[in-house]
């Protein structure tokens, strides 16, 4: 909680300082964070919908047989799940919360949101464009066993 506090006093102490320095520069910048603001809250909207409806329509017991006993099928499939998502962190973590309460095991959780993170199959075409096929390759077989490995050894320390 302070944290938050004292990162929006900083965020709002460095956006007067910087009002001050080019009032129309700040503007600019304010109006271009405000677009894509309204551009992201569609997408975010449903993402988080989609999630809502999917834990209302999964029973928990689904969940929790599925990924609640540490079984490497369960890992398997929901570290696949991760790879394939594309979501911010700030909606992957409630998520999380959400499939830990509804008796997934921390260490399919920590696998979900590693692979979430680290690997990026959707965003694998735009990234062979710009890295090419053998660099995005390497970098998503890489992340997903560094993944793995992230995921088993949390599951094991927060047991």
Do not use: Y
Not at 40 to 68: D, K, N, Q, Y
Not at 128 to 154: D, H, Q, S
Request: include cysteine.
């Amino acid at each position: 909680m302070l944290f938050n506090v004292t990162l929006f006093v900083f965020a709002a102490a460095a956006l007067c300082i910087s009002f001050r320095r080019d009032r129309q520069k700040t503007k600019k910048a304010l109006a271009i964070a405000w677009n894509s603001f309204r551009n992201l809250i569609p997408s975010m909207l449903g993402i988080i919908g989609l999630i809502g409806l999917m834990l209302a329509l999964v029973p928990r017991e689904v969940i929790a047989g599925l990924f609640g006993n540490n079984s490497p099928a369960g890992i398997l499939l929901i570290s696949l799940a991760g790879a394939v998502t594309l979501m911010p962190a700030f909606i992957a973590f409630p998520l999380a919360a959400s499939l830990l309460q509804s008796g997934a095991s921390v260490m399919a959780v920590a696998c979900f949101i590693t692979t979430l993170l680290m690997v990026g199959i959707i965003t694998a075409p735009m990234e062979v464009n710009f890295f090419g096929k053998k660099f995005t390759f390497w970098r998503n077989a890489i992340g997903f066993v560094l993944a793995l490995v992230i995921g088993g050894v949390m599951g094991v320390v927060l047991q």
